[in-house]
């Protein structure tokens, strides 16, 4: 491709976020064979089928949240993956867990500059009502760390989360344990 060329393709890919798929591509006039043509020259990379990222973007180590996110724009991080955002467990979650709409189906994707996510209380409560499928030890390391780091003062939003979802009898004593 030309220098000319090449000019118009940086323009149109200027006007996209950093994180994009193929019809927001589409959108700025950029065919597939354009976009083809900007992975093979590293100036975009392909994160997942039909999401992309500009090579110009801020190194992340949450690229497939950006590709998870960019795929399922209504779709809000949650679970393992809020938790492992938060700092609030050690563990790197095997696979991106995301909460989807009532209604909505749910998105299919292969391996968004914002990342939707629950916050740290709303995790831990997840955890501590998901521990028989995450596992105690994970809840409860989650709510040890969220206590310690926030203080007396998560207490009061843990309990609204947790008289919110229904989980008051499940956190409140596992609080009181921590706590002791």
Known sequence: MDAVGNSRLEQRLANLPRTFTTAQARQALL????LAHLVTEAVIDELSRGVYRRADAPETAHADLLA???????AVVCGESALALHELIDDIPAAVHIA??????????SPAETTPMYDAARSVVDAMRHR??????????ALGRHLRRSGRGGVGELQHFASELDALAVVRPAMEAVLA
Do not use: F, N, Q
């Open 31 to 34: 065919s597939p064979r354009d």
């Open 68 to 74: 998870v996110c960019a795929r399922a724009p209504r």
């Open 132 to 141: 028989s499928r995450l596992g105690e030890a994970l809840a409860l390391s």
């Open 100 to 109: 989807v709409p009532r209604g909505t189906s749910r998105p299919t994707i």
